[in-house]
């Protein structure tokens, strides 16, 4: 059985939009460290800002000294978490053996979560993407089969950067394609039922909007425009629905709630009065619609890879501070562990002494690097559309900086390998863009005699290759659980 924990609050980034940076906790079952408050779930604003000013200077949440807060003040808010009481058998050696997974999810540096489903569902609403995110598990798999493996993970969610305006209306336009196609599968009953109802009315004149909306000039029905209509108008209102409920997360005021309502009001009304009713609530809710996704997802433009590794840097200090105050998860086998983008991350703040030293932390406290289908050499990144979707959006326009982020470039100008950590350098067979770059980077370090194993999974690709939970031989678990035990 596997205990977990969602949306813990680690840290908060100054300066950083979106900083608010949370994990979802995977552990074992004979690890009882502490369990929900029953009301956690509550997304209160002023529960959120308490647990800000609760943290320490640098913007740290400390979840120990809440956990003995909240046992001494019954009445604390609720987004709390309480220690569990230990059985006379949790303190055994075994269980403090457990050692512990920091997992740091993928996406370009600029999408994804620690539930992937949820990011594009709610944040780039892709529907589509969502489904089968939702249907993969990704990466609270990867969480569940460790923990099945007496192994204990967090999977990290760190704030994310985004692309310039012409970058994200094409990323826009292709999501929402996507979401209508899937709408329009979900709703084939609905059309059909609506349709026979049309065609029951046509004949009625009292009906003459109705009319114009299933008739071209020629009198000929266009029942697939009419489908088209409907579907469009459907998908716009589930978005709207779903940013209504979410608007806490989005930041949403009051204002913007009125000044939409308003909006969509006045739609109604026009289009009411309109001889083409559906073609007009379907462009306009539309604009109204795709206007709010476009200002949510621009205001992360302008955050740079410096608010990433900083969260990673925080996570492996919230992850010692844990380990540490429970004593029931090793903290001398703390293991950094990412796919893609988030290989990247965990490699660069494994071999990059001054990200940990910004928390009072080292590379020394970090035991290995597990890196899925990294990106070790940006400059690899520096070539036509692949520039400005993910290059310049996450790391800027200047080459000096690509160089300063790359693991590659760093670990070639590493004096001292005493204080690093292992590393195992998994690649998807299939993955041809990154797999040149994975060899390369294994023989970098391979040369500064550090402990490294490179592995290349067969018949996989850039996503099964993480999406896969066997643990049978020659998987990606398989290598990452006897690469940590």
């Known amino acids: 059985m ?91 050696s075994e269980s403090k053996s457990v050692p ?43 969480g569940e089969v460790l923990a099945q493996n007496n192994i204990a993970c967090a999977i990290v969610s ?90 806490k997360e989005f930041n949403i005021s009051i204002m913007h709630i009125r000044l939409f309502g308003l909006s969509l009001f006045a739609v109604l009304v026009l289009s009411f009065y309109s001889n083409s009713l559906l073609h007009y609530l379907a462009i306009s809710t539309l604009i109204l619609t795709q206007t709010m996704i476009f200002y949510q997802r621009i205001r992360r433009y302008g955050s740079t890879y410096d608010g990433q590794v900083k969260a990673v840097a925080q996570a492996v200090r919230w992850a010692k501070c844990f380990c540490e105050e429970t004593g029931h998860i090793d903290i001398n086998r703390l293991y950094l562990m990412g796919h893609s983008a988030g290989g990247h991350l965990a490699t660069l703040s494994a071999l990059d002494e001054s990200i940990l030293a910004e928390v009072a932390c080292s590379t020394e406290d970090v035991k290995g690097v597990i890196s899925i289908s990294g990106v070790y050499d940006l400059l690899c990144l520096n070539k036509h559309w692949l520039r400005h979707v993910y290059l310049e959006p996450t790391f800027g326009t200047s080459s000096k900086q690509w160089l300063q982020a790359s693991p590659e470039h760093l670990a070639q100008r590493s004096k001292s390998a005493n204080t690093m950590p292992k590393f195992l350098l998994i690649l998807a067979e299939y993955d041809i863009f990154l797999k040149s770059q994975s060899y390369k980077f294994a023989q970098t370090l391979g040369k500064l005699n550090l402990e490294c194993k490179h592995v290349e999974i067969s018949k996989s690709n850039h996503f099964n290759v993480v999406t896969n939970t066997s643990t049978g031989k020659g998987t990606t678990l398989s290598y990452v659980i006897e690469f940590i035990k």
């Open 2 to 92: 596997v205990v977990i924990h969602k949306d813990v609050f680690f840290a908060n980034i100054p300066g950083v939009e979106h900083g608010d940076c949370h994990l979802d906790l995977y552990l074992p079952d004979d690890v009882r460290t502490y369990e929900r408050n029953n009301e956690i779930h509550k997304k209160d604003t002023n529960a959120v800002n308490n647990i800000r000013n609760k943290g320490d200077k640098d913007g740290t949440y400390n979840i120990v000294n809440d956990i003995r807060e909240t046992n001494e003040n019954q009445e604390h808010i609720n987004n709390r978490y309480s220690r569990d009481k230990f059985n006379d058998d949790s303190g055994s």
């Open 100 to 142: 512990f997974v920091l997992f740091i999810h993928g996406g370009g540096w600029r999408r994804g979560g620690r539930s992937a489903w949820k990011h594009y569902l709610f944040f780039d609403v892709n529907f589509l993407v969502a489904f089968l995110q939702y249907f993969i598990g990704s990466y609270g798999n990867i």
């Open 158 to 247: 760190y704030p994310l950067t985004e692309a310039g305006p012409v970058v994200l209306i094409v990323e826009m336009l292709l999501s929402y394609i996507q979401s209508v196609f899937v709408i329009f599968v979900l709703c084939l009953p609905i059309h059909g039922l609506l349709l026979l109802f049309l065609y029951g009315i046509v004949d009625n004149s009292r009906f003459y909007v109705t009319r114009e909306l299933i008739y071209l000039e020629n009198g000929v029905i266009t029942n697939l425009n009419t489908l088209f209509l409907i579907t469009l108008t459907f998908t716009n209102s589930v978005i709207a629905t779903l940013f209504f409920f979410k608007r």
